[in-house]
């Protein structure tokens, strides 16, 4: 059955537009006391990142949510792993976070997760889209829920990040943290220097419209300039929600998601502590793959989309997968994706080898990857098609098994994107240029 109002992580959109609505929050949050409380009440927990709009969702599902019998423990603005991880240690039957994660401040969104800490699963999912349909009735006046902020829930997150890693000290380390002026600008700077490490610190003011903007992991050029300016060993870029991260090394080298999840991996591996696949995605690095190879580690492949990385490693027993984007799954540490977390990791690997982050990155080899977005004029199976089958064929002999094509259909509109990845740039760059105006020539057919 098709989902009506969730995409693969949670409901997102323009504020104002479509479902990212005050009274599309309001029911949802009673959908979901209805489902997940089964009329039995229970706690939810609501933390939301730093835009302008989550003062009016946050209020919205709340009356929601009373109204469903449910009590809420209010976080204020804290990162996404954060709600995971406090849902788990509150025992609460749900965690709701309202972010865009890296979107800009003029969208919204509503993520949740289970009693576990986990995303919550296709089915139930359902249940609550069931619900939303359904009129909205108030529980009695002496069941209603009741609403309490709790006041130290930074203190608790910093310490379950620090837990993360055993007894170091980061006293010799200059880092350059960019929370993107988001859900991180007041936890992870603390994170770090109460580790010992000498922090500088941008994208640290939000203003409630600033998220995201020029800063962060999807614009990491500040953060680039800033580490070369400072001197610093490294660089730490998290996205709006905190959920994801990108490093920066002491030359100014972007680091992506694909080579911290290598370096993550290849420690756990010295200090025998993995096991079973790392789970990246479609479009993870081939780089990776041949990577961990070479150290004897498998590599599993799912849709893009975390949640399909964490079902995996569920099924599979296996502890680490990421994007390269950098939203990267420590399993053995958490039940998400954690920005913070993930960059700790890395930190530890780089103290457990006595290495700097561009030497460790370095040993991962990146083929490059061009990607060509192809707007159609409806949504099809282009990829289907005998000319475009054909034309991926040759494509795929050229590469003579050095290399891979894709082609993805967007999940939002008419599009698809050619991917392709070899080990020379100047052919990757004409193949998928080639591939790209077959599909706009059958396009104008």
């Given at each position: 059955m098709k989902r009506k109002y969730f995409g693969t992580d949670g409901i997102r959109g323009r504020v104002g537009e479509g479902n990212i609505t005050p009274n599309f929050a309001l029911k949802l949050g009673w959908a979901v006391g209805r489902v997940l409380g089964e009329g039995r009440g229970g706690k939810v927990l609501i933390g939301k990142d730093t835009r302008i709009s989550g003062y009016m969702?946050?209020?919205?599902?709340?009356?929601?949510?009373?109204?469903?019998?449910?009590?809420?423990?209010?976080?204020?603005?804290?990162?996404?792993?954060?709600?995971?991880y406090l849902t788990r240690t509150f025992r609460g039957v749900a965690g709701i976070v309202i972010s865009a994660s890296h979107n800009p401040y003029e969208d919204n969104g509503l993520k949740f997760f289970s009693a576990e800490g986990d995303k919550l699963p296709d089915a139930v999912e359902l249940e609550i889209e069931c619900e939303?349909?359904?009129?909205?009735?108030?529980?009695?006046?002496?069941?209603?829920?009741?609403v309490k902020r709790v006041e130290d829930a930074r203190g608790r997150y910093i310490e379950f990040c620090k837990s993360t890693i055993s007894a170091l000290s980061f006293k010799d380390l200059k880092l350059?943290?960019?929370?993107?002026?988001?859900?991180?600008?007041?936890?992870?700077?603390?994170?770090?220097?109460?580790?010992?490490?000498?922090?500088?610190?941008?994208?640290?003011?939000?203003?409630?419209?600033?998220?995201?903007?020029?800063?962060?992991?999807?614009?990491?050029?500040?953060?680039?300039?800033?580490?070369?300016?400072?001197?610093?060993?490294?660089?730490?870029?998290f996205d709006g929600d905190g959920d994801r991260m990108l490093m920066v090394d002491k030359s100014g080298t972007l680091i992506d998601g694909d080579q911290l999840l290598y370096v993550i991996a290849k420690s756990r591996l010295e200090q025998q502590c993995?096991?079973?696949?790392?789970?990246?995605?479609?479009?993870?690095?081939?780089?990776?793959?041949?990577?961990?190879?070479?150290?004897g580690v498998g590599f599993a492949r799912t849709r893009v989309g975390d949640r399909y990385i964490m079902e995996r490693l569920k099924r599979d027993g296996g502890i680490l997968g990421g994007e390269p984007s950098g939203h990267i799954i420590c399993r053995d540490r958490t039940s998400t994706g954690d920005g913070i977390v993930a960059a700790l990791q890395v930190l530890a690997a780089m103290e457990a080898a006595g290495r700097d982050l561009g030497e460790l990155a370095g040993e991962m080899r990146k083929y490059p990857q061009q990607l060509i977005n192809v707007h159609l004029g409806k949504r099809e199976d282009i990829a289907k098609l005998p000319e475009?089958?054909?034309?991926?064929?040759?494509?795929?002999?050229?590469?003579?098994?050095?290399?891979r094509v894709l082609l993805r259909p967007s999940g939002t509109e008419p599009m698809i994107r050619v991917m392709v990845e070899g080990v020379d740039q100047t052919q990757v760059t004409t193949i998928a240029s080639h591939l790209a105006d077959v599909i706009r020539d059958r396009i104008s057919d």
């Open positions: 969702f946050e209020a919205a599902l709340e009356a929601g949510l009373v109204a469903a019998g449910m009590d809420i423990r209010l976080l204020g603005p804290m990162p996404t792993p954060a709600i995971a939303c349909d359904r009129p909205l009735q108030t529980v009695g006046p002496a069941e209603l829920g009741k350059v943290l960019d929370c993107a002026n988001g859900a991180t600008y007041h936890v992870a700077p603390e994170v770090f220097e109460e580790l010992g490490a000498q922090v500088v610190v941008i994208g640290n003011e939000p203003d409630g419209f600033n998220i995201n903007r020029e800063v962060g992991s999807t614009n990491p050029a500040a953060l680039m300039a800033a580490v070369v300016r400072e001197g610093a060993d490294l660089g730490i870029a993995f096991k079973g696949e790392v789970v990246g995605t479609l479009m993870s690095n081939l780089g990776l793959e041949h990577a961990l190879k070479k150290l475009v089958r054909k034309a991926v064929e040759v494509a795929e002999r050229e590469l003579n098994g050095c290399g």
